[in-house]
């Protein structure tokens, strides 16, 4: 993906702040991809059961707590190009399930009843914008002082399609020796 957006007006007024709390993250997220019916059919307030918080991370990989969080830092932080001008909460949660699900265009069209085209294009925004984040959200102190960091590090390999090469069939870069097809290792640490 390009570092520039060129689809969307980046110079217009930042809009008025749409904060959302938890719950109606919640509430939005299950709203589209499940009718009232199936919502409302747990025991007790259907936006507090674990039914429901568990049937969002599935398809949005994240806790409604996190992702109010992340919509919220999109709307406030002080990173320019991670700042969201257009807010499309339904555009921004179907960014996130195809980061979590990473499904074809065709199953999320049915999935969101949205547009091909249209998914693709907001995807491609609300992407951009969290990572550019990472200015913000993965920062190392300057100077660790006595302080003794604990980090697990792990690696996990993930297929993509092959860039092509300028001049050979198969691009050897983009190659995983354990998925035995292109792809790219990513290597995550997280502090303990």
């Given at each position: 993906m390009?570092?520039?957006?060129?689809?969307i007006?980046?110079?217009r007024?930042?809009?008025?702040?749409?904060?959302k709390?938890?719950?109606e993250?919640?509430a939005?997220?299950?709203?589209l991809?499940y009718t009232?019916?199936?919502?409302?059919?747990?025991?007790?307030d259907?936006y507090?059961?674990?039914?429901?918080?568990?049937r969002?991370?599935d398809?949005?990989?994240?806790n409604?707590?996190?992702?109010?969080?992340?919509?919220?830092?999109l709307?406030?932080?002080?990173?320019?190009?991670a700042r969201i001008?257009v807010?499309?909460?339904?555009a921004f949660?179907e960014?996130?399930?195809f980061?979590?699900?990473?499904?074809?265009?065709?199953?999320?069209?049915?999935?969101?009843?949205?547009?091909p085209?249209?998914?693709?294009?907001?995807?491609?925004?609300?992407?951009?914008k969290?990572?550019?984040?990472?200015?913000?959200?993965?920062?190392?102190?300057?100077?660790f002082?006595d302080?003794?960091?604990?980090m697990?590090?792990?690696g996990?390999?993930?297929l993509?399609h092959?860039i092509a090469?300028?001049?050979?069939?198969?691009n050897?870069?983009y190659f995983?020796h354990?998925?035995k097809h292109?792809?790219l290792?990513?290597e995550?640490?997280?502090h303990?």
């Amino acid at each position: 993906m390009d570092e520039h957006v060129d689809f969307i007006d980046e110079t217009r007024d930042d809009p008025p702040l749409d904060i959302k709390t938890p719950v109606e993250m919640l509430a939005a997220g299950l709203e589209l991809v499940y009718t009232d019916q199936k919502i409302n059919r747990v025991k007790g307030d259907p936006y507090s059961s674990k039914t429901n918080v568990q049937r969002f991370k599935d398809h949005y990989g994240a806790n409604p707590v996190v992702v109010a969080r992340i919509w919220e830092d999109l709307q406030t932080t002080t990173v320019t190009a991670a700042r969201i001008k257009v807010l499309k909460l339904p555009a921004f949660l179907e960014s996130l399930n195809f980061l979590y699900q990473y499904k074809r265009v065709s199953e999320r069209e049915a999935q969101f009843d949205t547009p091909p085209k249209t998914l693709r294009k907001w995807s491609r925004y609300y992407l951009l914008k969290i990572q550019a984040l990472k200015e913000v959200k993965i920062v190392f102190p300057e100077d660790f002082g006595d302080d003794v960091w604990i980090m697990t590090v792990d690696g996990t390999h993930s297929l993509f399609h092959e860039i092509a090469h300028h001049e050979f069939s198969q691009n050897r870069t983009y190659f995983s020796h354990k998925k035995k097809h292109a792809g790219l290792c990513y290597e995550l640490g997280i502090h303990l």
